[in-house]
């Protein structure tokens, strides 16, 4: 049987640093995002009473913050050692997990265009999980709150869903100063002031209706206000996931690129 050799097979170095730098960046992210995380968690004393994480009711950003770190440092390790030391096994890993999160993404995509209502659904019960447990978490409460800025909102549908908070709630056997209130992010806040009022949603919705609050805060719901944002802004998310998706196609070129190379050199020396 008679074998093909590659005449002055090599791996090519232009390749291999730039597989090196382009998953260095992503290395170094991946470890701020987690040095971030145990931060935050660090600050909110999570690191010395871990059960404090189970007994959290709505989703705690630290979370979200970390898995992203978690996988990108993962991704970004496997990338840089498989290109120094031209490993095949970490390079095939790397390309094969970026395939799986791109595979990931686009089914994503897919399935909230075709299930637009249930997706709709989830995210407005969604929303209404962590509007009960607003206080229960500091940074799920900086989260909503800057949501609730940010798009001139209150509530999912309404401001009433603040009924769902015990803190909030309208019961007559709610103790709370803040009852039948609101938080401050829900108020509609006059340019000028340079101090934050964070009582200005006290006992707004103690009397009136929605249209009689529309002057003192904000009576349009959050989930409403995100059905109008994305239309507006379509070419921005259409533009973020196509940048992303070439980023991740370009890391797969890269990787199967130096594994074609590699296996190139190695079928030489045979």
């Excluded at 390749?15 to 992210?29: E, G, H, Q, T, V």
């Excluded at 390790?77 to 490993?87: H, I, K, Q, S």
């Amino acid at each position: 049987m008679h074998y093909y050799r590659y005449e002055n097979a090599e791996v090519s170095c232009f390749y291999k640093y730039l597989m090196f730098s382009y998953n260095i960046i992503f290395w170094l992210a991946g470890t701020a995002f987690i040095a971030i995380g145990f931060w935050a968690w660090s600050e909110k004393g999570v690191l010395s009473d871990l059960t404090q994480v189970t007994r959290l009711h709505g989703f705690d950003p630290v979370w979200g913050v970390l898995v992203v770190g978690t996988v990108t440092f993962v991704l970004g390790f496997a990338g840089c050692v498989g290109a120094l030391r031209e490993n095949i096994c970490l390079l095939k890993f790397f390309s094969g997990v970026i395939g799986f999160i791109f595979f990931l993404e686009l089914t994503a995509v897919v399935l909230a265009f075709v299930f637009q209502g249930q997706v709709r659904e989830w995210l407005n019960d969604f929303y209404l999980a962590n509007v009960k447990a607003y206080r229960d978490d500091i940074d799920l409460q900086n989260l909503i709150d800057s949501l609730q800025k940010l798009n001139h909102c209150c509530g999912a549908k309404d401001p009433n869903d603040w009924n769902l908070n015990v803190y909030f709630n309208c019961s007559m056997s709610n103790p709370s100063r803040e009852k039948c209130g609101v938080p401050f992010s829900c108020c509609i806040s006059d340019p000028a002031d340079t101090v934050v009022n964070t009582q200005c949603g006290y006992d707004v919705r103690a009397s009136g209706t929605p249209s009689q609050w529309s002057n003192t805060i904000y009576v349009k719901g959050c989930m409403i206000a995100l059905e109008e944002w994305l239309p507006r802004n379509l070419y921005i998310v259409a533009g973020v996931f196509i940048v992303i998706s070439l980023l991740q196609m370009v890391g797969i070129f890269f990787a199967r690129t130096l594994i074609g190379d590699i296996e190139k050199v190695k079928f030489n020396y045979y």
